[in-house]
């Protein structure tokens, strides 16, 4: 008889099963300790409910912090909070707990000081990839937890080697001999996933080759808190805050644990999860349902800043503008025309506005768009909404689309203002209509949803993991304070998501804002241009003056010349999986990025040179990009 491999691979599977659940079940283990074997490693939660990661042969390879152990903070009515650790529950006990792939223990909490909480918390493991599965969740009690401390909180000292994995705007490597201190909880924004932190992943290696990767689950309220001590140790740690005052439903995260896991390998086990929940949708299958992101991604962007008042003024500057659009395209470029702002700053009443909301009224916003349509632009219009997204927001975007399509006013982009901005959302507590964190992230994407609906490409400020599936263009993959003084910069979002946006880079000079709001200058900014597959964009180079003031002075040619080179290997690679980064010296200062399409680029940062291969202008031979001088 012929066995398949697919019944062998059942057969084996449905004995690992077996076997570990026999294995949970006779070592129901004392009270001191719960012991979770796994393919690679033995996991223990021990009785402070600090956990112990264990290889056979080697010994103890990973711990929770023993200084920082779990705890909470707990409210009873009006009185003042407390902070009690889990471990001082009088009452604890488990039974079995049995996941979709994880095998352990619900462990319950009861008895604390003073307090009638009751917590139950998961501990279970899929053995077949050494993951372990974490989950908090308060079940009874007439006092409120508020906050879930050090749940968990990883560390290692800086002479164990390695380093820790930030995803803190592209990403960032903290190698341990990195000299300089992560910013303090006082220097810094709260770290909530999804605004200041970019991905909901984040990682730990050590010299020896072992490493761990954290995803968290439900990440719309963790906060996470990134450590670097020079000389002393990183660390991460992962608290719960409360949403809408309580502990309001479980939270969940898992932890895997693999010996030679690099950062790339925990960027693309995040992609593959990200996948499966839905929110990695390429370019590629986004423009099936809106064709413009063809030729979006084909063209570079140019920002006209804002309509002028006066009514000779506002025309001129159309004029000067539609001009400038013109010149760009006989020099080769395709052009995304960001059309200006206008009056009130494009806030949402601007566009519901039956009154003239520009010198020349609607008609005059009309005929920009329709001249630069009939120069074969996209065109991309701004919105800010000044607060937070209201519990009616898609209501006001229906009336927004319905109210400029009656004007006549026709665009294919929408860019959302401060939506997928770095600042958390805070919760909206009104007793009418209370938003969450939660909601507020889901309010975000239902607009950009319905903007997709009406034929249009969904835009925001920030590039973040949460709008992936349904945002197709960011400002900046890296805005300024998205941006660290420590470590050393790496494509980690890229490695998951290249594929899924186009994102500008402001990049070294005056890029269009302030000075202090772009790369540095001494920090290679063309390199990292290449290097993070940014968009190319007039606005992100030096002195990106509207009206373009010089166009053929030796500066304006450097500027055009590396804009074109820019474009030609975005075209490349905005459409291919970023498989690779890599660094090629032991100082980090030589590295390469591939996509699956086989371009490669590599970068020496120390003498600011770059080599790109697979992309018909670049020669495949080291080379110095243009110098583009800071603003003056």
């Known amino acids: 008889m012929r066995v398949t491999t697919t019944f062998l691979a059942f057969v084996i599977c449905n004995l690992l099963t077996m076997c570990l ?18 393919k690679h490693i033995n996991i223990q939660v021990n009785h402070n409910l600090t956990l112990a990661v264990q290889k056979p042969g080697t010994g103890l390879i990973w711990r929770s912090s023993n200084t920082h152990i779990p705890d909470m903070v707990v409210r009873a009515g009006d009185a003042e909070s407390r902070t009690l650790t889990l ?44 993951e372990l599965l974490i989950q908090v969740s308060q079940t009874g009690g007439r006092d409120t937890v508020v906050n879930v401390g050090h749940f968990y909180r990883f560390e290692k000292t800086v002479a164990e080697g390695g380093y820790l994995v930030l995803p803190h705007g592209s990403g960032y490597l903290i190698a341990s001999d990195c000299p300089d201190q992560l910013p303090g909880p006082e220097e810094k924004k709260e770290g909530f996933i999804g605004a200041r932190w970019t991905l909901p992943m984040f990682g730990m290696t050590r010299g020896d080759g072992n490493a761990m990767c954290a995803i968290v689950e ?15 140790r990183s660390a991460f740690d992962l608290n719960w805050p409360a949403s809408m005052g309580k502990l309001s439903y479980p939270r969940r995260f898992v932890l895997r644990f693999a010996e030679g896991m690099d950062y790339v390998a925990m960027a ?20 099936t349902q809106t064709p413009v992101i063809q030729k979006y991604v084909e063209n570079i962007l140019f920002r006209w800043i804002k309509w002028d ?3 000779d003024q506002a025309s001129g500057n159309c004029r000067m503008a539609l001009d400038d659009i013109k010149k760009l ?25 039956e009154e003239p909301p520009v010198p020349g009224g609607w008609k005059a916003l009309a005929k920009l768009a329709s001249d630069a349509h009939q120069l074969d632009c996209p065109v991309q219009c701004f919105i800010n909404h000044r607060t937070h997204p209201a519990h009616n927001a898609v209501d006001g975007i229906n009336r927004l689309f319905d109210h400029v399509q009656a004007k006549g006013l026709e665009f294919d ?29 889901e309010i975000q994407n239902a607009c950009f949803t319905e903007t997709r609906h009406r034929g249009v490409m969904p835009a925001a400020e920030l590039a973040r993991f949460w709008c992936m599936a349904d945002c ?13 003084s420590a470590g050393d910069p790496i494509p980690l979002f890229q490695l998951v998501f290249n594929d899924c946006y186009s994102a500008g880079f402001s990049g070294g000079g005056y890029a269009f804002y302030v000075p202090g709001h772009d790369w540095p200058h001494d920090r290679t900014p063309r390199l990292y241009e290449l290097m993070f597959a940014s968009a190319p964009a007039y606005n992100w180079l030096p002195e990106p003056h509207t009206p373009i003031r010089d166009w053929n002075g030796d500066q304006a040619k450097r500027r055009w010349a590396w804009l074109k080179r820019w474009s030609s290997y975005y075209r490349s690679v905005t459409l291919s999986e970023m498989v690779s980064h890599e660094f090629l010296s032991p100082d980090r200062t030589q590295c390469r990025v591939e996509f699956a399409n086989g371009v490669t680029a590599d970068f020496n940062l120390a003498d600011n040179k770059f080599r790109v291969k697979g992309v018909t202008s670049f020669s495949g031979q080291w080379e110095t990009p243009e110098e583009l001088p800071d603003y003056h």
């Open 21 to 38: 659940w026999a294995k949970v079940n006779d070592e129901a283990n004392s009270a001191d300790r719960l012991d979770l074997p796994g």
């Open 87 to 130: 471990a001082s529950a009088s009452n604890f006990s488990h039974t079995p707990f049995e996941g979709e792939k994880h095998l352990g223990y619900t462990v319950h909490l009861s008895g604390f000081e003073e307090t009638d909480v009751e917590l139950e918390l998961i501990f279970a493991i899929d053995a077949t990839a050494d």
């Open 218 to 232: 439900t990440w719309w309220d963790c906060n996470v808190e990134a450590e670097h001590l020079p000389g002393d």
């Open 268 to 287: 693309k086990r995040y992609r593959q999860l990200a996948k499966e929940q839905g929110l990695l949708r390429t370019l590629e299958e986004k423009l």
């Open 309 to 311: 008042s006066g009514d």
């Open 329 to 353: 395209q006989a020099l080769g470029f395709g052009v995304n025309f960001f059309y200006p702002k206008w009056a009130q700053g494009n806030h949402w009443q601007a566009y519901l506005l």
């Open 413 to 441: 982009v929408l860019y959302f203002d401060g939506y997928s901005a770095y600042d958390v959302f805070p919760e909206d507590t009104s007793p009418d209509h209370p938003v969450t964190r939660r909601q507020n992230y």
């Open 472 to 484: 197709d263009y960011f400002f900046f993959t890296d805005w300024a304070r998205d941006r660290l």
